[in-house]
């Protein structure tokens, strides 16, 4: 699975026969620039929830359900999760656990696919004081398997575990009967998901720890507008043999 926010990247993920697309809230950070994934909205999830359906109609979406959505009550979740499926989602993802497993089940219950989100949940950003691996005492590796096992009984289909040791994500996978998808939690998981502009190294300036790159495509981007405004300030103008006679 990887993130990813419009209908272009949609297109050539969809082309790349990626499992599934994650229109993750991350697109508050890496397309809006704000700090935190805090300040992803409903709307703004559907939007682009909606551009990427325009660009892989075929493919299996998963949106995120943005900060707090899921904690003012069902109508709330309801809603909020209805907009993204008829934006094209397939499936919301809600992180965390502890105080609405009764609204993940209430989704369920109410036709709506759920993908579940552990370990480092970046909508928790506060309160847990940066992006820090979780479950690394044996009070908060309990708390996690409690809280799969909770997920796992309220219907997800699946779980993004996010930022634990490799061990515990080993253990969670096997105490499951549903898949668990990995981000910085190890191999030992059923599936991976990255940002794709962090697999492509488009941002020169952010480099988490667990995202292999698979290319530096800064270095290409910024090469390509460097070439293209050389090629315009100068005498070689190789642009005006593009244009259609
Ligand atoms: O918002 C996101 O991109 C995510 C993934 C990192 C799992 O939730």
């Keep these: 699975m990887l993130a990813a926010y419009d209908a272009l990247m949609a297109r050539l993920l969809a082309r790349a026969e990626v499992d599934a697309i994650l229109v993750g809230d991350s697109v508050a950070m890496v397309m809006h620039g704000f700090p935190t994934t805090v300040h992803a909205t409903v709307e703004m999830m559907a939007t682009h929830t909606a551009a ?3 660009g892989a109609p075929e493919q299996f979406i998963v949106a995120d359900m ?3 959505s899921a904690r003012r009550g ?3 979740a309801v809603a909020a999760a209805g907009q993204l499926m008829q934006a094209g989602a397939n499936a919301v993802k809600i992180e965390g656990a502890a105080g609405h497993a009764d609204i993940v089940a209430f989704l369920v219950e109410s036709g709506i696919p759920v993908m579940g989100h552990l ?3 970046p909508q928790a950003f506060h309160q847990l004081g940066g992006y820090r691996t979780q479950g690394r005492t044996p009070a908060a590796a309990a708390q996690l398997r409690d809280d799969a096992a909770a997920l796992e009984r309220a ?3 699946a779980l993004v575990l996010e930022c634990i040791p490799p061990p515990l994500a080993k253990e969670i ?3 499951l009967a549903v898949p668990t998808i990995g981000i910085g939690a190890g191999a030992d998981t059923d599936g991976q998901v990255l940002v794709l502009s962090d697999l492509l190294g488009l941002d020169p300036d952010f480099r988490p720890r667990f995202a292999h790159r698979y290319r530096e495509a800064h270095a290409d981007v910024i090469g390509a507008v460097q070439a293209f ?3 315009v300030r ?3 103008r190789p642009i005006e043999s593009e244009v259609p006679a």
């Design 52 to 54: 990427v359906r325009r």
């Design 66 to 68: 943005p900060f707090l």
């Design 74 to 76: 069902r109508d709330c």
């Design 119 to 121: 370990g480092l949940t």
């Design 155 to 157: 219907g997800v289909f």
């Design 173 to 175: 996978t096997a105490d």
């Design 229 to 231: 405004a050389h090629d």
């Design 234 to 236: 100068g005498a070689h």
